[in-house]
């Protein structure tokens, strides 16, 4: 029975992950067009019990414009913008050629791929496209794991992503 409500808990928590990562919104209540974006990472700490408000973490998206904004993810709230910025073409070369190195469209949906559940949860999605008519490919990484559950590379790429992502958002 406890293993039966463990798995019921892991659903709903990769429902809650896909669900948030595309209710993003700023003061001005604009809304994203898919086409129009280039890059999603978003990056949430898990805690055990939340409250309406409580901080998740952050979501960098970045268009195929240039246009590059950091939110703050709330529970059950709204997305906050805190930063926005603009990178030019050669940088967004630079962002493709980091996921091609790492042969990002060869990943699994879902990392890592064991059946353990771990609580409270964190993790990170990506959702990424190299042009405006390729459809994005999408990555869920559910509790950091030893890194024999990661294709090979795999921390390198998340650490020169969010390093460049970072940079993007001075």
């Given at each position: 029975?406890?293993?039966?409500?463990?798995?019921?808990?892991?659903?709903?928590?990769?429902?809650?992950?896909?669900?948030?990562?595309?209710?993003?919104?700023?003061?001005?209540?604009?809304?994203?067009?898919?086409?129009?974006?280039?890059?999603?990472?978003?990056?949430?700490?898990?805690?055990?019990?939340?409250?309406?408000?409580?901080?998740?973490?952050?979501?960098?998206?970045?268009?195929?414009?240039?246009?590059?904004?950091?939110?703050?993810?709330?529970?059950?709230?709204?997305?906050?913008?805190?930063?926005?910025?603009?990178?030019?073409?050669?940088?967004?070369k630079e962002l493709?050629?980091?996921?091609?190195?790492?042969?990002?469209?060869?990943?699994?949906?879902?990392?890592?791929?064991?059946?353990?559940?771990?609580?409270?949860?964190?993790?990170?999605?990506?959702?990424?496209?190299?042009?405006?008519?390729?459809?994005?490919?999408?990555?869920?990484?559910?509790?950091?794991?030893?890194?024999?559950?990661?294709?090979?590379?795999?921390?390198?790429?998340?650490?020169?992503?969010?390093?460049?992502?970072?940079?993007?958002?001075?």
């Open positions: 029975m406890i293993r039966r409500n463990q798995k019921i808990i892991f659903l709903l928590i990769l429902l809650i992950l896909f669900f948030s990562n595309y209710s993003c919104s700023d003061n001005h209540s604009s809304s994203i067009q898919q086409n129009e974006v280039k890059l999603i990472y978003s990056a949430e700490n898990g805690k055990d019990v939340y409250i309406k408000g409580d901080r998740l973490g952050e979501k960098i998206v970045v268009y195929f414009n240039g246009k590059v904004e950091k939110y703050i993810i709330y529970y059950e709230s709204e997305d906050v913008l805190l930063k926005s910025s603009q990178i030019s073409i050669s940088e967004i493709n050629n980091l996921f091609i190195e790492f042969n990002f469209n060869e990943y699994p949906n879902i990392l890592p791929s064991t059946s353990e559940i771990h609580w409270p949860t964190s993790g990170c999605f990506i959702s990424f496209a190299i042009s405006e008519v390729e459809e994005a490919k999408e990555v869920y990484v559910i509790a950091f794991e030893e890194s024999k559950y990661y294709p090979s590379g795999f921390y390198q790429f998340l650490d020169k992503l969010k390093e460049k992502l970072n940079s993007f958002i001075t």
